[in-house]
Nanobody
Framework: QVQLAESGGGSVQAGGSLRLSCAAS????????MGWFRQALGKEREGVAY????????YYADSAKGRFTISQDNAKNTLYLQMYNLKPEDTAMYYC??????????????????????WGQGTQVTVSS
């Protein structure tokens, strides 16, 4: 059973930075998609970024490009989302998610559909102006 636990959320002022962490357990192979999603109050959940553990470049939604960086520490089974230059519109609950995947293309499709199988409980990010 794959389990995901996010941490690192908080309240910051616009222009500030945060690093989210996602501790993962229960998977032992590289054919995995892992990503970050967010859901603002009253809005649908949207993808932020994902990476395919088996290799390849990470993918970022337009809202994240140039400001957010997704990375992983395989030794610690931890996924990160480093966020810079935060804006009030980044305020949302941020979720770590994962899915079994055979390729980056598969991960991309699942990411676009926000259709990953495993989800964490979320961590709140609030950005004030």
């Amino acid at each position: 059973q794959v389990q995901l636990a996010e941490s690192g959320g908080g309240s910051v002022q616009a222009g500030g930075s945060l690093r989210l962490s996602c501790a993962a357990s229960g998977y032992t192979h590289s054919e995995f998609c892992m990503g970050w999603f967010r859901q603002a109050l009253g809005k649908e959940r949207e993808g932020v970024a994902y990476t395919y553990i088996g290799g390849g470049a990470p993918y970022y939604a337009d809202s994240a490009k140039g400001r957010f960086t997704i990375s992983q520490d395989n030794a610690k089974n931890t996924l990160y989302l480093q966020m810079y230059n935060l804006k009030p519109e980044d305020t949302a609950m941020y979720y770590c998610a994962a899915d079994h995947g055979t390729s980056g293309r598969y991960c991309y499709q699942k990411f676009r559909e926000t259709d990953f199988v495993y989800w964490g409980q979320g961590t709140q990010v609030t950005v004030s102006s």
